[in-house]
Structure formats: C-alpha cells, structure tokens
C-alpha cells in the first residue's frame, strides 16, 4: 500500500450520476491535465483512512470530472463514496510552476491581513462559477474570502502564510 505521506487531496466526490456507478468530483484545480493521466485514486475521510479503486472511465463536465470505478457498476455502490476527499500519489501533480502553487499546500495556513494581524486558518476552498472563495475559520466561525487578486495579496507557500486585504463588514 501506498504512504499516506505521499498522498494529496485533489478533490471531493459529490453525487453519482446515472445508474451505472459514475461520480462527480469537485476538483480542486482548475488545470484538469492532471486527470487525464490518473490510474488509480484513494478515497476517504483522511490521507491515512482511504480505499484504493482504480479508474475505469474520466470524462470532463465544466469545473467537474466524472470518473467511474471499476468494479463499482451501479449507483448505490458509489453513493456512500460522496463528500468523501480523492487523493491521488504526490508524484502524479509534478511542481506548481513559479507564481502558482497547489490549494492542498496551503489548507491549514495561517491567515493575516496587511497588517500582519492573524484572521484564522484557511479550511476549505469553494469553487464557484465566478471565482473560488476561501473559508477560513476564525476562532469558530467562518468567514468567506473571494480569493481574487483585490483581496489575497501575497501567498507564501513555504511560510504556510497569506496575506489579504480586508474591507469593511468582511469579518463580521
């Protein structure tokens, strides 16, 4: 079995489509590149509580990719896979290029404003149709970042750290 240190999160399974086992994933990248080469995914709650199943079938729905398990031929056999996280081998993304960097590096990173006051930790990104937005959890509530050049300022991977621009009303 593969190390759960080398697994990285690319997305979460939503609903099955049709009836003959296919999923929907929200990927976390817009660049689907890298599903095109994928095998085999590992999915569960955590990198280190997974299934391995190999993919049968990926095709490409807007923002979306349906993939379909082999072995797993109808849609009740996938329904208990949904919100569950797909993880695939680190190796498999390569290094983001210069300026970019992956949404699962920076998961868990602190949250300042220009100030350097510290707002939260990032938990979750959604990926809407106009941008993505970033939850970050401040001290138990969620407060909603458009994650746009207006308000991220500055993501430093390797501090784990980003810096945004707050205005008015924006944390209440």
């Known amino acids: 079995m593969q190390d759960p240190e080398n697994r990285v999160a ?39 509580a997974v299934e391995q199943h190999e993919i049968e079938a990926i095709r490409f729905a807007k923002r979306k990719v349906v993939l379909k398990f082999r072995g797993l031929q109808t849609r009740e056999a996938v329904e208990s896979l949904k919100n569950k996280f797909v993880f695939v081998d680190l190796k498999m993304l390569g290094v983001p290029t210069i300026g970019t960097y992956r949404i699962d590096e920076m998961i868990g990173a602190s949250v300042v404003d220009e100030s350097g006051s510290e ?54």
């Open 119 to 172: 707002i939260g930790v990032l938990k979750d990104v959604l990926r809407l149709p106009a941008n993505d937005v970033w939850a970050v959890d401040r001290d138990g509530k969620e407060v909603l970042i458009p994650a746009v050049k207006e308000f991220v300022k500055d993501v430093r991977v390797k501090e784990r750290k980003v810096v945004v621009r707050l205005i008015e009303g924006l944390l209440e």
């Open 10 to 48: 690319v997305g979460t399974i939503g609903k099955a489509i049709g009836l003959h086992g296919e999923v929907m994933v929200q990927a976390f990248q817009s660049d689907a590149e890298h599903w095109r080469t994928v095998e085999r995914v590992w999915v569960g709650n955590a990198a280190t």
